[in-house]
């Protein structure tokens, strides 16, 4: 169980292109979702936070305008990184939770999605 | 606020092997979560363990074991008799456990240990 997926693994992109990514929860309802960049031999960098049905919370520092957040449903959130310029290829991870009587929620991640912008 | 430290970048061992991976964390909160995750070449994070900052047992869970020393504000992590599978990244995270519905706690990452296991 708590399995979540993103779409796509890689893509490589035209600088000046938008790019979407979706992260799905496949066998649970995700109250939360979160978005997470990760460079090369680093750690992971929260990015935002998104709740289902409302507007995500994003970290000091990440462009908000730059990154569009949407969490239609439970069960799937799209980062899209707008006008993508080399400078956003990285590796980019979501994770989903599920809501219970603590938010003690264990987060589940993604297998993650390569951006390489040219 | 709350911090987490993983000393050791890199630990590289022999098949066999047992490794011992550091994490020492810093929270104000009385109440909290310590997680343990896996990161293999594949890039996936794989959960590995949840522990509540009321509960100090050590866990054991097949070849991995986890020591949990409040006093000391560690939470340490071995993989005994290591196999060239558990080649990886591990990061060790920390949480509060915050009381309220739908407020998604957020993960205070360390900065990950490197585990290379040589055949």
């Known amino acids: 169980g708590a399995v979540v997926s993103q779409h796509p693994s890689w893509v490589i992109c035209k600088s000046g292109t938008s790019v979407k990514i979706e992260c799905r929860s496949l066998d649970f309802q995700a109250t939360t979702m979160f978005w997470y960049r990760q460079f090369p031999k680093q750690s992971l960098m929260l990015m935002a936070t998104s709740n289902e049905g409302s507007k995500a919370t994003y970290e000091q520092g990440v462009e908000k305008d730059k990154f569009l957040i949407n969490h239609a449903s439970l069960t799937l959130s799209t980062l899209t990184v707008t006008s993508a310029h080399p400078e956003d290829s990285s590796f980019y991870i979501c994770?989903?939770?599920?809501?219970?009587?603590?938010?003690?929620?264990?987060?589940?991640f993604g297998p993650g999605t390569r951006l390489t912008v040219l | 606020a709350q911090k987490v430290t993983q000393a050791q970048t890199e630990i590289s061992v022999v098949e066999k092997e047992d490794v011992t991976l550091d994490c020492v964390y810093e929270?104000?909160?009385?109440?909290?979560?310590l997680f343990w995750y896996k990161q293999p070449p594949s890039g996936e994070l794989v959960f590995l363990i949840r522990r509540n900052s009321f509960d100090e047992q050590n866990e054991i869970s097949g070849r991995y074991s986890w020591n949990f020393q409040k006093s000391t504000s560690s939470f340490n992590f071995t993989i005994t008799a290591s196999q060239v599978v558990d080649s990886a990244v591990y990061f060790c995270a920390l949480s509060e456990a915050k009381k309220i519905k739908a407020a998604g706690n957020k993960l205070t990452f360390g900065g990950g240990t490197r585990v290379l296991v040589k055949p």
């Open positions: 929270t104000r909160d009385t109440t909290y979560y």
């Open positions: 994770s989903a939770s599920m809501e219970g009587p603590l938010t003690t929620d264990t987060q589940y």
